[in-house]
């Protein structure tokens, strides 16, 4: 007798064509015969062995950098429960049209079987996924995303329960890219990419899309999270989850080192992406990481910026589509000052001074999180670690103060679901225009977001001492441009600001937005910041808000009916805040 597993590989092959089948155990020595191919056809270049050991690079096709939002859907069997932010197609004709571009697509090729798990693997909460691909670098970095392998198909037995995805590069071209997610099925079709969010199907595709629509129906939490521990100086730990959107430094503010240090402080990383969070048996939410490394954005990334993972990075990583040095060694914008001679970019062309970028925007490294020395002592624990603040923000230029309180949960469901943000280059589109992001959920909520913010609502009468709720913006500019927050390792000052908050221990000012710090409450020694621009930081600017209070009715205008009323209620009630406080200030 055949397992459903089996069953599923027998039928894709029939489909794929691939002329042999390998079963992946995730063992040391399979990672080096895959590397040791790919480095025989072109796939993988090796780093130097004796300053990144173990490291490669990688250069995508050029025209397959970033997920293709537009080529994502959601193939739920009614148009409804996809909802208005998600490309839809009814999952009959989704099949009908993509099953011609898999048919034969793996011939003389090798199709992998990868079994793997999201989460540790003796967690509850953790959950089975089996992608089939014709890209060892899709295994190779499967391996260092998840726990890949034989731990995974010796937790999956005889079951049926894992979420299969199938997976093949096609023949790359983006007129033939699909990204297909069947929720009811549970089952993933991704055809056209090998990148990232795209082909690494345990990652936006199973623990977002297809996870939040079973997190829904089982009452818990998938999210687009990071997850930090932060350690007071009496050496307890406060654990935060926070939801920014890629390429907004979710990573970074995960592996923070505290520029509170000296006083105590310090952070600790469980997770740097998704969070996956259940109510416990005392009403507490507990958070796992389903991942089990960080697929992290490379330019920008430095000593300064962020220490843990370039110490993290130095073996055992790999890279894609970031510069060469004439030493073997990864090179990316924002690294160091200049960029040395002899450097290649991406493409693998000698890079000259009046290029744009040496690395492409987009550029990545995936590095297993173990590595990092930010790692969370508890970042493996099957029962995941006591959450007590949610974080939302984005990258606006204006508007959103360095951070604010909500006054309590379904105020901060309404904040979340008004987040906005400046669009990046972690997706293919134009960069730097400010959309709505609810929750950082936008491209990754697997049903209607309508029912999402309903999720969330629902989830607060099940939690015996609700998370507080913050917003923050990092990425505030002056009238010449400049950021006023030095941001990366300062950060912490604004942790450490929310922690005082969870305990009741400081102060704020009680604003139509919610609860804005007030000026003497931050921790702000050793850091130079002028009286005025702290002033600006903190700033509720009664104007913006009113064109942003329009600009968020014009967002939910689209969900029309099926919008929560607890979210009306929310968006009248910041209207009339806004203009008693206007009618007070005249
Ligand atoms: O391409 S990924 O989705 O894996 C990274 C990101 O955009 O957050
Ligand atoms: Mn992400």
Request: charged letters at 20%; glycine letters at 8%; hydrophobic letters at 40%.
């Amino acid at each position: 007798m055949s397992t459903p597993l089996e069953n599923w590989v027998e039928e894709s092959a029939r489909l794929t064509r691939p002329s042999k089948i390998v079963w992946c155990d995730g063992s040391q020595s399979e990672f080096e015969s895959l590397a040791d191919e790919m480095l025989r056809d072109g796939t993988f270049l090796d780093l130097n062995p004796h300053t990144y050991p173990r490291c490669y690079l990688h250069r995508s096709n050029p025209n397959d950098v970033a997920r293709t939002e537009g080529l994502t859907f959601i193939c739920s069997t009614r148009k409804e429960d996809a909802g208005p932010t998600n490309n839809w197609m009814a999952p009959a004709e989704a099949k009908e049209k993509v099953r011609p571009l898999f048919h034969a697509a793996m011939k003389g090729r090798t199709m992998y079987v990868v079994p793997y798990i999201m989460g540790p693997a003796n967690s509850p909460y953790s959950k089975i996924g089996v992608e089939l691909t014709d890209s060892p670098y899709v295994v190779a970095s499967m391996r260092i995303m998840s726990r890949m392998g034989k731990v995974a198909l010796d937790q999956l037995g005889n079951s049926a329960d894992f979420v299969p995805g199938l997976h093949s590069l096609g023949d790359l071209n983006p007129e033939r890219r699909f990204i297909l997610h069947f929720p009811e099925e549970r089952l993933i079709w991704s055809v056209g990419s090998g990148y990232g969010g795209n082909a690494l199907l345990g990652k936006k595709c199973f623990a977002l899309r297809i996870a939040s629509w079973m997190a829904r129906e089982q009452g818990w939490m998938a999210e687009h999270m990071l997850i930090l521990g932060l350690e007071d100086p009496s050496g307890k730990v406060t654990y935060m989850a926070a939801a920014f959107p890629s390429a907004c430094g979710k990573t970074n503010l995960a592996m923070m080192v505290s520029a509170l240090e000296s006083q105590g402080y310090r952070v600790w990383t469980v997770g740097d992406d998704i969070a996956w969070m259940h109510v416990a048996a005392d009403g507490t939410l507990r958070a796992i990481n389903p991942e089990a490394g960080f697929f992290g954005v490379a330019p920008g990334t430095n000593a300064k910026t962020n220490p843990n993972v370039m110490a993290a990075l130095r073996h055992d990583t790999i890279f894609t589509n970031v510069g060469l040095t004439s030493s073997r060694e990864p090179w990316w914008e924002g690294m160091d000052a200049n960029a040395p001679n002899g450097l290649m970019d991406w493409h693998g062309k000698p890079y000259s001074a009046d290029q744009t970028a040496a690395a492409h925007p987009n550029s990545r490294y995936t590095v297993p999180a173990a590595q990092s020395p930010s790692i969370s002592p508890h970042w493996e624990d099957p029962a995941g670690v006591p959450i007590s603040a949610l974080i939302f923000g984005g990258r606006r230029a204006r508007v959103a103060p360095l951070v604010y309180e909500s006054r309590d949960w379904r105020h901060g469901v309404f904040v979340g679901a008004t987040m906005a943000s400046e669009t990046t280059a972690a997706a293919t589109g134009a960069v730097g225009v400010t959309r709505r992001d609810p929750m950082a959920m936008l491209p990754f909520c697997g049903y209607n977001m309508a029912d999402y913010f309903g999720h969330w609502l629902a989830m607060e009468p099940k939690l015996k001492n609700p998370p507080k709720i913050f917003h923050v913006n990092w990425f505030r500019r002056g009238a010449d441009g400049k950021f006023l927050w030095p941001g990366y390792g300062e950060n912490v000052r604004v942790l450490k600001w929310m922690l005082e908050r969870i305990e009741g221990r400081t102060a704020a000012d009680d604003t139509p937005i919610g609860f804005v710090p007030t000026a003497s409450s931050l921790t702000l020694d050793g850091l130079r910041i002028s009286r005025e621009t702290l002033a600006e930081l903190l700033r509720v600017d009664g104007g913006d808000w009113a064109e942003e209070e329009k600009a968020t009715g014009e967002f939910f205008a689209k969900f029309g009916a099926r919008l929560p009323a607890a979210i009306h209620h929310e968006h009248r009630a910041l209207g009339e805040r806004l203009s008693r406080a206007s009618v007070g200030a005249r």
